[in-house]
């Protein structure tokens, strides 16, 4: 007999608690050899004053566990309440975000039929490193942090859940022609690990337009890797195009732990009522049993639940005239996959499960080896608003400390001094570019010395950036205009 597996169960708020017992019933009838740990997350402990929405009695038992089966939360309105989600991808390491798109045409309406996509998501960083400041009465800025080793890890990550379920491409979307370098990051390490895989083809599309391609030609794609933020949102575009937010399951996958979840909210609207459609965590279960080497249960599973759906024992969610035969509540839903375990579909493809090895297989690259740094400038960021930017432009020429030099200032990123164009609108937030004499190399004694000398002067330095040569090639970005 297979052993019994501990998990870490969150009923959350709204329809949590009525898709979770769906999902519980029909996973345990199914076979399912779980132990299961019960932890209290969401509203009512954000409200208890616990800003993270988990206590620590419930973070000792996913360390115990290391599987977590998470119902949708709602997190209270205003401010101060961090997303527990975010909090725990990135508190447990759960780099890699799987969600699959499929379409189950002609049950559940698309113009997609034979769409059937993985977006794999980069889950730690990126904008959502959460680091934001207000530097100005006019501006605000969010930073948005790519790192090596995090892209190495959720890129290897796709090309090994590409081989191991037996697909046939591996697509990169970014957006380096406008951010080159964190972007171009990204799109450098996609290029490096994918010649370490021959068997699997590889693309790489500019964001914006592989998310037109995406809704327009899904079949054209198969298994596509993006950074946080893209990530976000074009799984949600995905998931919508195959049939319904509501039918889409996700994984959380990190060394350590792994999350399965819905990727749709706690609907509070409807908590209560027995009409919250529970697939979308049930599919997520099923990811979850597959990770947890139960691949027997996932597939039993899977099938009745395909078999339910073809038969058109729809909850009010996807519920159409001509494709759906009864509508059912949440726990009649459930009944009705309970009823067919055993069984398959007959026009929708079977599901078939097997042994997926361990893919948290993140190795630190033989590609890259660490490069010299040479500081040879600062940006300097000043809060100012008096005058134009050939007042600003003059002022700074006499604030001297040498050998850092002005050079440039943008406003939004773009020149506006030296010869900057009187159209160009410009707030209270500007960057002053001084760079050391000739390209020589400064210290951050001198960076220091500037920074007085700007105090000294009247200005208000709110942020610096050091500007960085690494083997020689800039760190820092170009100059628009």
Not at 144 to 165: D, M, N, T
Request: hydrophobic share 40%.
């Amino acid at each position: 007999m297979t052993p019994r597996t501990p998990i870490t169960v969150a009923y959350g708020d709204g329809i949590g608690p009525e898709i979770m017992d769906a999902v519980l019933r029909i996973i345990q009838t199914a076979g399912a050899q779980i132990e299961i740990e019960t932890i209290e997350i969401g509203e009512k402990v954000y409200l208890r004053g616990v800003e993270t929405g988990m206590e620590p009695k419930a973070w000792d038992s996913l360390r115990r566990t290391q599987v977590f089966l998470k119902a949708p939360i709602t997190t209270p309105q205003g401010g101060g309440y961090k997303s527990l989600n975010v909090t725990t991808r990135k508190a447990l390491g759960l780099y890699a975000n799987v969600r699959p798109s499929v379409s189950y045409h002609p049950f559940i309406y698309t113009q997609h039929p034979s769409m059937n996509v993985v977006i794999i998501r980069e889950n730690e960083e990126d904008l959502y490193a959460g680091i934001e400041h207000r530097q100005t009465e006019q501006v605000y800025q969010c930073l948005k942090l790519i790192s090596r080793p995090g892209s190495e890890k959720v890129i290897r990550y796709a090309f090994e859940y590409a081989r191991a379920h037996n697909r046939k491409k591996v697509t990169c979307f970014v957006k380096d022609n406008i951010m080159k370098l964190t972007d171009g990051l990204f799109h450098k390490v996609f290029n490096e690990i994918a010649a370490e895989y021959p068997d699997l083809e590889n693309e790489t599309w500019i964001v914006d337009i592989g998310a037109a391609k995406l809704a327009d030609t899904p079949e054209n794609f198969d298994v596509i890797v993006m950074p946080n933020l893209y990530g976000d949102v074009l799984s949600d575009v995905a998931a919508q195009i195959a049939g319904s937010v509501g039918l889409a399951g996700s994984a959380n996958i990190g060394d350590q732990c792994a999350m399965f979840e819905a990727i749709h909210g706690s609907a509070p609207r409807l908590a209560g009522q027995n009409k919250a459609n529970p697939s979308g965590l049930l599919l997520g279960a099923i990811m979850m049993l597959v990770h947890i080497g139960q691949p027997e249960v996932a597939t039993r599973v899977h099938n009745a639940w395909l078999k339910a759906i073809e038969e058109g024992i729809h909850t009010d969610d996807i519920f159409t005239e001509g494709n759906s035969r009864q509508k059912v509540g949440t726990a009649e839903f459930a009944d009705a996959v309970i009823n067919r375990l055993g069984e398959v579909p007959i026009m929708l493809k079977t599901v078939s499960y097997g042994k997926v090895p361990s893919l948290s297989l993140w190795r630190k690259s033989e590609h890259h080896q660490k490069a010299v740094k040479q500081l040879v400038g600062v940006d300097v960021f000043l809060d100012w608003e008096p005058g134009s930017p050939n007042e600003l432009g003059n002022a700074l020429m006499q604030v001297l400390a040498d050998p850092l030099q002005l050079r440039v200032i943008t406003n939004r990123g773009i020149k506006v001094w030296p010869d900057g164009l009187p159209e160009t609108f410009c707030t209270d937030h500007w960057r002053c570019r001084f760079m050391g004499r000739d390209g020589e190399t400064v210290r951050s004694s001198h960076v220091v010395e500037l920074l007085k000398r700007v105090a000294e002067a009247g200005f208000d330095p709110i942020k610096t950036e050091n500007l960085y040569l690494f083997d020689g090639v800039p760190g820092f970005s170009a100059v628009h205009g």
